[in-house]
């Protein structure tokens, strides 16, 4: 190598000049069947090491060594890999950092150069220390950064402090083992590069690398694996994929044969992508859709045509049922040898240790390792073909369960619910026929015991699952025909009720459903259980036939059609008729209404309804005329019955005789604007709730209803707005926006309430469903908090922070615009 200016150091051009003979040298021995690719990758990689070498010996610095990170720590970069790289230094940091970014631009000449791996990514330091490097694993660290240092090995520059690196790198990596949710992060990650390759694959794009079933599928595989058993087990700390997998197969891991198909897999997906790249000059990990490229590649990877097949043809077979058997055992990987452990069945040298499958099962969320075992034997005995096939559908069914926020859960509910051996038969061919309605399935198992109970006594829901459009609320009309008819043809009282409540909870469990997989948002929601509970009341008042008109108003949530899971409904009767006939006839009507939805017991409960926002509340008769309301309104009603009534809605019987009432009281609702007497006394109602409707035990802070900046003071901040302009709306959102465009409310202070009240709605009835129970305070024990952030895709902190942000920006504008208080 040519010397330069630096006496006795090579020369930048030289270096270069010298990797590009490497690289013409490695090609033509793989291209002439010289090397295999352990060989290639090998060769590749040390090629980049001798560049490093040679930029750190240019350079000069003796206090740098430069980490090899990804494919570069693994020896196992092939022709077109960006090289990652971390530096850890000691001495003066300008002198560092300038040294680093000149070995960075010496070896930038010769291959891309990826330094974003380095802690804090593009906006970190370029070099740091290692007590810079500790500080950082240890308070600011993502799992996916120490799923990388699993490829940490030094590459280049000072070997002793490079060793002190991949010491210290080591003792943070395998003292720490990694738990469920570390794990969950890096399957979500996982998923979202397999969305973008599906994105590209639409695009026409066939990816090598990331699309299921491709190289990054056997990597994420044996990585995951090693993060798991490592700690245990110090042979699995190989920053190599091949050496990898071949020691998960050796000590039982993975089964043998599977660990085989994967490597093997992983040397022909990797041979592609080399010849690809060779064939383009360029980085991809894409095959050409051209069928002459296919065609020429094919014939550079040894495939002949023959007279029944072209080569194309023969590599593309290989190539799909490749990936096919890759994803295969990529879903079933992690749980397969467990059955081998808790079922008794395979051979004993394949076994896991009884620590090794534990430690599994508690990465992946199962924390009761005894109870796990007895569910895999009850679901896998015997020899009949339920049996057998769940067998082979175990595996994926605990993959699956293990994404769910409680996998303990998901299990015993399975368990309980294929406990029948005729539902066994019909949701073991439910799950083979429909991957994706078992998928979907242990995510409803694994979320809400009040869901899973619905599933039980509703097998049949399971293969709807997949298909979002069956699940979907039905109109109004349609649905109080349906409600109707489930009552119709049963004779008693308890039969129908049952019958109605049975009705109730398939509906709830399809929009649930849509709610947990993303296809309804959260005002879709309030929409459908708005009109399920309007359907109900309709279709019982049917039933009652009543001989009077008669009507139900909805108030609050109800009437504004924002029912949450947890909402009970506020109305109020209305009524037409003289005499005492006609009143005896309503509050019968009424007191069977209420009886029928509400139930004498919790468990015959319908609906929970409430009438306390009607005239004289709990004191009030049920159901009045219209002149008596009006009598009321015009002489006695307070202003925060007018607050109340911004949200009333006709929800069923008497459609014209309801709105008769809502149009008799609205001048005294909407035609008086806000005088100051009701302002304050609006004020102070709004008060005396936050003293004393929290409950005891309950923290305030972080209080989704009543809380400060969350739904109430959202909610009473838009009704006042309303109120005092005389812009009418029913539900929050909706009333928010027709504030701004009306003038009333600022754009950024809409933004702001729009935004903690969705937060706060969304987060509320995702607790009702992972709670299985009405709850309105974020929770505080560690595995009911964990639940619910892991349902809402976040951490219990950031669940915290996110609450503690949007409340208190939405409380210094409930402030200024409620209470009329101007910030400092």
Partial sequence: MASGGHEGRPDVLGIDASARLQYLHIAGRDLCGLADLETTVADLTDRAATVFQAACDHVGTETLAVIGMGKAGGRELNYASDVDVMFVGDGPREDLIRHAQQVVDIAGKSFRVDTNLRPEGRDGSLVRSLDSYEAYWDRWAEPWEFQALLKARPLAGDVELGARFLHTAQRWLWT????????????????????????????????????????????FTAQILQLVHGHLDPHLRSPNTLTTLQELGRAGYVDPTDAATLADAYRFLRTVEHRVQLADGYQTHSVPQDRGERLALARTLGYLDTADQAADVQFDADLRRGRSHVRTIHQRVYFRPLLEVFASSGPRDARLSADAASARLAAFGFTDTSRTQTAVRELTKGLNRSSRMMQQLLPLLLDWLSEAPDPDLGLLMLRNLLASTKRSHTLVDAFRDSPEAARRACTLLGTSRLLADIVLHNPDIVARLPHPDLLATRSDADLVESATAVMRWRTETPAKRDALRRWKERHLLGIASRDLFGFSDTAEVETDLSSLAAASLDATLAMLAPSIRFAVVGLGRFGAGELSYASDLDMLFVYEGDGTAATEEAAKVATSLLRFLGGDTPIQRVWDLDLSLRPEGRQGVLARRIEAYAQYWANYAEPWERMAMTRARVVAGDIDLGNQLLDTIGPQVWGRGLPETDRRAILRSKARMESERIPAGEDARFHLK????????IEFTVQLCQLRSGIRGHATVPAIEALVGAGEMDIDDANILREAFRFCERTRNRWFLVNSAPGDTLPTQPEPATWLARSLHTSPTALREDYRRLTRRSRRVVERLFYGVSPP
């Fill in 706 to 713: 009543l809380g400060r900046g969350s739904l109430s003071d």
């Fill in 176 to 219: 720490h083992p990694f738990d469920a949710d570390a794990l969950r992060s890096l399957r979500l990650l996982k998923g979202r590069a397999e969305d973008a390759a599906e994105r590209d694959r639409v695009l026409g794009t066939d990816e090598l690398k990331r699309s299921p079933g491709g190289i990054r599928d056997i990597e």
